[in-house]
């Protein structure tokens, strides 16, 4: 799961003691900004500590129909043969530790100092993407539970059997890796404030997210194709980043996390692909209600204690330097588009299928168009000082 370019203004957070969210901005950044989180303007109800931190009004839950539990079941064989081939048994999986100073070694004073001085080579705008990139790796968690909202393919027992819940938890197990691989290398950077980073990764687990996937799987493997791909765009372009400054070790690094997410982009979109064989009109609605809604961003919750824009902060410093942007946005959902063949679907649709694909097929170059014109509109961007970076600011 991966990074983040977007908000919505509409949101304002009361405080609770634990976990208050941060206060949302109250004009939209268009330049950064299309995914909304949470679509309306929101009553928020102070929470007691410890318990969400404020409730999101009009949350769905269970969108699909009862019978198609069912259809999930009957895929199952299916998700067996073409989906769990898609996981890398754990013997042949890259680990952390093979990207880093092995503490074991008589070498690791040496080879910790090595990747001290290399990262003194990158800018601190970077670190911040790397580091925002890291704290929605570590929110992995909530991920897990999002996957296990929902009907007809969440893991029943912690140990289903089933070949959907087999694919949750080995996929989390992967996702797991690259947490704990960013973690350490930017522990062993010293360029970051590691505890303000720690804190950013309590709050936002403790604060979860609103995919607003309704425990309804259609939309549930829609979200995750298009987050897969997200991450995978991001993650190469922090790689290409690291190589720019010279940094092979990172870009590596980097590299290594960005194949996983193609690996898995591919097992979700798969998963998509054949819910538009065995239900084109269901799947097509699911896809225009998912990007009607737009899809929210894992860490758009994100928060550090003290900064009450800092998903927007770090959204727009990604942007900046072309790691995550508004544009990929497009590009994701032209891409889906094209991946699934939405502008083929000839048969079995219903009127509202057909609508569902009229505004799918168009919805890319629309975005773009906006989002050109709030270019046009953008003011100068401002500073920020980020804790994450012992508050040194950067460029918005
Ligand atoms: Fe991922
Ligand atoms: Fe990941």
Redesign the pocket.
């Known amino acids: 799961?991966?990074v983040s370019v977007m908000m919505n203004p509409a949101i304002q957070s009361q405080r609770c003691p634990a976990f208050h969210l941060p206060r949302l901005p109250s004009s939209g950044c268009f330049k950064v900004s299309m995914a909304s989180t949470l679509h309306s303007p929101s009553k928020v109800a102070v929470k007691k500590p410890f318990s969400p931190p404020r409730e999101i009004p009009f949350q769905v839950k269970h969108s699909m129909p009862e019978e198609k539990i069912e259809m999930f079941k009957s895929l199952e064989p299916w998700a067996e043969r073409n989906i769990l081939p898609l996981l890398k048994p754990v013997e042949s999986c890259w680990q952390p530790q093979d990207f880093l100073p092995n503490p074991a070694s008589e070498g690791f004073d040496d080879q910790v100092e090595e990747l001290r001085q290399r990262a003194k080579e990158l800018p601190d705008d970077y670190f911040v993407v790397l580091v925002g990139d890291m704290i929605t790796e570590e929110a992995l968690p909530t991920y897990q539970t999002m996957i296990n909202t929902l009907d007809g393919v969440r893991d029943e027992t912690g140990a289903s059997t089933t070949p959907w819940g087999i694919w949750t938890r080995a996929w989390t197990a992967e996702?797991n890796r690259?947490g704990d691989l960013l973690n350490k290398y930017l522990y062993l950077s010293g360029r970051v404030d590691m505890r303000q980073i720690e804190k950013t990764i309590q709050y936002l687990i403790g604060t979860g997210m609103n995919p607003k996937t309704e425990n309804n799987p259609y939309l549930g493997f829609i979200f995750t194709s298009f987050?897969?791909r997200a991450?995978f765009i991001s993650h190469g372009n922090t790689a290409r980043h690291a190589k720019e400054h010279g940094n092979l070790k990172l870009a590596q690094l980097c590299g290594m996390i960005a194949s996983?997410?193609k690996r898995?982009e591919t097992a979700y979109t798969k998963i998509v692909e054949k819910l538009f064989e065995v239900d084109p009109d269901g799947t097509i609605q699911a896809l225009a209600d998912m990007m009607q809604k737009k899809i929210s961003m894992p860490a758009h919750l994100m928060y550090d204690g003290r900064n009450e824009n800092l998903f927007d902060h770090f959204s727009a410093v990604a942007q900046r330097l072309q790691v995550y942007t508004a544009k990929d946005y497009a590009d994701i959902l032209e891409f889906l588009v094209g991946r699934w063949k939405v502008a083929d679907l000839t048969t079995g649709l219903t009127g509202e299928g057909r609508k569902a694909q009229d505004y799918v097929c168009g919805l890319a170059t629309r975005i773009r168009r906006i989002q050109e014109r709030a270019e046009g509109r953008a003011k100068e961007a401002g500073t920020a000082r980020i804790s994450w970076i012992f508050d040194k600011e950067v460029k918005l």
């Open positions: 799961m991966g996702e690259h987050q897969e991450t996983d997410e898995h």
